[in-house]
């Protein structure tokens, strides 16, 4: 789906991106990490058609040198929402379907599309202004999904949300890869990459480090193990016990996260409330 050579993006004396290469397969759901500063935005900005590099090739499903026929087939989904506070979520997503040309019988099939896919129905005629921030992430994505294109790319897609909407964002996620469409997933959270990719790049001023499907990344050295047992054991007990056995090992308490508590507590379902 996506093939990067050489990919070179200055911004005056500073280069961005420094002759990156990298391929993701088509119907890949791919993790591209990388810290602040690694030139991720910038590399979306050229597989999106937003900037022309300055050496190298992008090439999209097929395309190159078209920043139009890519725009097509690609369904940008930014970190900051691409939204209008003034117009309504039924307003945000006809907008964005006429910007690709959509239009009549079509375009209202896709903006009720857009609006099952954020579970907003109940919202369609609210202003973005007096939505919740993770009201505005859902409906962040689903204009991102209005022309139906093969590749997706979300950038920080669950920035801000709550653990409802974040949950709920997963699971449209995994959807649309299981649709069949290529997914470019950029985050800071290590745990969304692990639950959700299938392989991952992870970059550094603009330079690729690694590749690689997710179980090869986490196949190095320092193999844990988990360890269950069918009535309470002495931690003390059990550390003798592999001692005595020649295995040097650390025990180190597991417990569930903050996270699981409080979706267990509240529930996995959507709550919106009411608007402030």
């Known amino acids: 789906m996506i093939t990067i050579e050489g990919l070179v993006v200055r911004y005056g004396a500073f280069e961005a991106v420094a002759g990156l290469d990298l391929a993701v ?3 890949c759901l791919f993790g591209l990490l990388g810290p602040n500063g690694a030139g991720k935005t910038t590399t979306i900005a050229c597989l999106a058609g937003l900037r022309r590099p300055d050496a190298g090739r992008v090439v999209v499903d097929g395309v190159s040198d078209d920043p139009a026929a890519v725009r097509r087939r690609v369904g940008l989904v930014p970190q900051h929402l691409a939204l209008y506070p003034a117009l309504t979520v039924r ?18 099939d896709r903006v009720d599309f857009g609006l099952a896919l954020a579970q907003l129905e109940a ?18 994505l689903a204009c991102g999904l209005l022309h ?7 950038d920080e897609p669950t920035t801000g949300v709550d653990a409802q909407s974040r949950n ?46 997710l179980e090869a990344l986490l196949s190095g050295d ?4 988990g360890l269950e047992t069918a009535a309470p054991v002495d931690p003390a007990r059990l ?35 009411e608007a402030p």
């Open 148 to 154: 139906d294109p093969p590749l997706l790319i979300l």
């Open 239 to 273: 550390q003798a016990a592999l001692a005595a056995a020649g295995i040097e090992a650390t025990l180190t308490p597991s417990r569930q996260t903050l996270e699981d508590v409080f979706l267990g507590l509240t529930g996995r379902g959507l709550r919106d409330g």
């Open 168 to 213: 709920h964002i997963f699971e449209t996620v995994r959807r649309l890869h299981a649709d069949g469409r290529t997914i470019i997933y950029t985050t800071h959270y290590m745990e969304e990459v692990e639950a959700l990719c299938q392989r991952v790049a992870v970059m550094d001023r603009g330079r690729l480090l690694a590749c690689d499907t």
């Open 123 to 140: 919202r369609a005629d609210a202003r973005v202004s007096a939505l919740s921030g993770g009201m505005a992430r859902r409906l962040n």
């Open 25 to 27: 397969p088509r119907g």
């Open 91 to 108: 307003q945000n997503l006809s907008f964005s379907g006429q910007m690709y040309g959509i239009a009549g019988r079509a375009l209202a």
């Open 222 to 225: 320092g193999t844990r193990f």
